[in-house]
C-alpha cells in the first residue's frame, strides 16, 4: 500500500516537472524566433547598406555648358506663379550629381516642393552608377515683389537601389527676390542623407 502512494506521488512529480520543461522550453522556443527574426531584420539592413546609393551635389555659379563630356538634362521649376511678366525674376543653376555610395541609382526622380506644393519630375537618367556624375542645369522662376522676399523651396532626388529599395535625398534650397531685381539668388543650399522608404 505504501509503495503504490509512494509511486502515485512519483508520477505527479514526473508529471509536474515534465509542465515545468515544457512551459520553459516553448518560452525558450519564443525567445529563440525572437532573436531568429532581429538577426533577419540585421542581415537585410547590412544587405541594404552595402548597396546604399548616396548622391552628392555641386551647385555651379551658372548653367553648365559642357563638363567632361557629361549629358546636360534641363530642369524647369517655378519658385511661385509669375501673375506679370514685368516682374519676372530668375536664377539659372547647373547641378552636378555625383553618386558617391556602395550601389547604382536607378528610376531617378525629382520632386519640387514650395510652399507645400509638390511637383514630381522624372529623370531621364535611367541608372546612375558608383562615382558616376551627370548635370542638371536648373531653371527656377518666379515673380518679383515689391520688397525683399525669401523662400525656402527642397529639390528631392528620389531613386531605388538594386534590391529595389527607395530612398529619397533632399536639397534644401533658401532663395531671395530683391526688389525690382529681375536676377534671385540662392542664398544657402544643403544636401540632406538620403531617407530610406521602404
Not at 543653376?93 to 507645400?116: E, P, Q
Not at 548635370?135 to 523662400?151: A, P, R
Not at 528631392?156 to 529595389?164: A, E, K, R, T
Not at 530612398?167 to 534650397?173: H, I
Request: aromatic share 8%; charged share 20%; with cysteine.
Amino acid at each position: 500500500m505504501i509503495t503504490d502512494w509512494l509511486m502515485v506521488l512519483i508520477t505527479l512529480a514526473y508529471v509536474v516537472t515534465t509542465l515545468f520543461i515544457l512551459r520553459a522550453n516553448q518560452k525558450s522556443a519564443r525567445i529563440t524566433e525572437k532573436q531568429l527574426e532581429e538577426s533577419k531584420l540585421q542581415f537585410m539592413e547590412t544587405q541594404r547598406l552595402s548597396v546604399l546609393p548616396y548622391l552628392s551635389v555641386e551647385i555651379g555659379d551658372t548653367l553648365f555648358q559642357e563638363v567632361d563630356d557629361l549629358p546636360i538634362f534641363d530642369l524647369d521649376l517655378l519658385l511661385c506663379p509669375i501673375d506679370n511678366s514685368e516682374k519676372h525674376a530668375w536664377i539659372n543653376r547647373g547641378i552636378i550629381v555625383t553618386n558617391i555610395g556602395a550601389g547604382l541609382a536607378s528610376k531617378l526622380a525629382v520632386k519640387w516642393i514650395v510652399d507645400g506644393n509638390t511637383i514630381e519630375y522624372p529623370l531621364p537618367i535611367t541608372v546612375l552608377c558608383c562615382n558616376d556624375k551627370k548635370v542638371i542645369n536648373t531653371s527656377i522662376s518666379g515673380e518679383n515683389q515689391d520688397t525683399l522676399f525669401s523662400k525656402k523651396a527642397e529639390l528631392i532626388f528620389c531613386f531605388s537601389d538594386v534590391l529595389g529599395n527607395r530612398y529619397e535625398q533632399t536639397l534644401e534650397l533658401n532663395l531671395s527676390l530683391r526688389p525690382f531685381d529681375q536676377r534671385m539668388t540662392l542664398d544657402t543650399s544643403k544636401m540632406q542623407e538620403p531617407i530610406f522608404l521602404h
